[in-house]
T-cell receptor
Framework: ETGVTQTPRHLVMGMTNKKSLKCEQHLGHNAMYWYKQSAKKPLELMFVYNFKEQTENNSVPSRFSPECPNSSHLFLHLHTLQPEDSALYLC???????????????FGNGTRLTVT | AQKITQTQPGMFVQEKEAVTLDCTYDTSDPSYGLFWYKQPSSGEMIFLIYQGSYDQQNATEGRYSLNFQKARKSANLVISASQLGDSAMYFCAMREGPKAGNNRKLIWGLGTSLAVNP
């Protein structure tokens, strides 16, 4: 298996539930990212990890809790979410956390999250 | 001010014809890179093509080419011989060099929805 894999593809959860999104990359990259994609907004960078260490948290509410046990796996733990958190959550990876100008990000298929 | 502007929310093209998707950008950093991504309804962001600010020639990748006009700060994506499978959202993104001081994050446009008609 190659590339970046995200599970589940779709998730419906109530505001009191706890769930987790999973991301796995098979590219040997050192940096992993969580993005949120909402309608009519640019992609929002949520978290950045470099060699398992979190290097960025872009003012994300604490109801989103990332975990990176190793350079290949990234989780996003969700609890007490709000309906406005409904969005497509994309995981991405890159060779380095401060990529060269010409280095693209590699994305997974995303998890479509609906909070009811 | 928006750093990446995609002025076309939606575009239609007839199968086998060429289509141009617009992207203008704003940066004062002399070193930057421009990317185009395709996002089908499945959700995955697929990297298509890259253009560097110092590249002398326009980038090409198969049916994709970039019309890079540096003085006008535009990097339009040209898709030749459109196929039904080209129907998707297309995003333009920019990474600035270290002088911009934003940790080389990708800056994204809002995207253009392309529909290819049979």
């Amino acid at each position: 298996e190659t590339g970046v894999t995200q599970t589940p593809r779709h998730l419906v959860m109530g505001m009191t539930n706890k769930k987790s999104l999973k991301c796995e990359q098979h590219l040997g990259h050192n940096a992993m990212y969580w993005y949120k994609q909402s309608a009519k907004k640019p992609l929002e960078l949520m978290f950045v990890y470099n060699f398992k260490e979190q290097t960025e948290n872009n003012s994300v509410p604490s109801r989103f809790s990332p975990e990176c046990p190793n350079s290949s796996h990234l989780f996003l733990h969700l609890h007490t979410l709000q309906p406005e958190d409904s969005a497509l959550y994309l995981c991405a990876s890159s060779q380095d956390v401060h990529p060269a100008v010409n280095s693209p990000l590699h994305f997974g298929n995303g998890t479509r999250l609906t909070v009811t | 001010a928006q750093k990446i502007t995609q002025t076309q929310p939606g575009m239609f093209v007839q199968e086998k014809e060429a289509v141009t998707l617009d992207c203008t950008y704003d940066t004062s950093d002399p070193s930057y890179g421009l990317f185009w991504y395709k996002q089908p309804s499945s959700g995955e962001m697929i990297f298509l093509i890259y253009q560097g600010s110092y590249d002398q020639q326009n980038a090409t990748e198969g049916r994709y080419s970039l019309n890079f006009q540096k003085a006008r700060k535009s990097a339009n994506l040209v898709i030749s011989a459109s196929q039904l499978g080209d129907s998707a959202m297309y995003f333009c993104a920019m990474r600035e060099g270290p002088k911009a001081g934003n940790n080389r994050k990708l800056i994204w446009g809002l995207g253009t929805s392309l529909a290819v008609n049979p």
